[in-house]
């Protein structure tokens, strides 16, 4: 009903930048807040950041300052924006939706929700 596909992740080198997009489709009517995890080999998955439907930020403290996260609610999107990385950034990134609302065709209304909803991951390398 709802998939989360990411894109942008790639090969950079220590003190670069990159920008990873997650655009979310399906039978959407809102989502709730979206955010970016992201998880190391050998390591727990852990958050990167958040943002809700109001544009509520909410960064960790390894990446506050260097990362921004952004969204579109008309387009279903959002975006991070990796800057100043450091090799401890390599990791599997992860979009993330929180809750989803769907949207009913036939009423043109809200219909039900889809809970943690996950995309498949892009890698970020960061050479040092």
């Known amino acids: 009903q709802v998939q989360l596909v990411e894109s942008g992740g790639g090969l950079v080198q220590a003190g670069g930048s990159l920008r990873l997009s997650c655009v979310a489709s399906?039978?959407?009517?809102?989502?709730?807040?979206m955010g970016w995890y992201r998880q190391a080999p050998g390591k727990q998955r852990e958050l990167v950041a958040t943002?809700?439907?109001?544009?509520?930020?909410n960064f960790s403290d390894s990446v506050k300052g260097r990362f921004t996260i952004s969204r579109d609610n008309a387009k279903n999107t959002v975006t991070l924006r990796l800057s100043s990385l450091k090799s401890e950034d390599t990791a599997a990134y992860y979009c993330?939706?929180?809750?989803?609302?769907?949207?009913?065709?036939?009423?043109?209304?809200?219909?039900?929700?889809?809970?943690?909803?996950w995309g498949q991951g892009t890698q970020v390398t960061v050479s040092s």
């Open positions: 399906g039978t959407i009517f809102s989502i709730n807040a």
């Open positions: 943002i809700t439907s109001r544009n509520e930020t």
């Open positions: 993330y939706a929180d809750r989803v609302t769907l949207l009913d065709y036939v009423w043109g209304r809200p219909g039900g929700d889809v809970y943690d909803v």
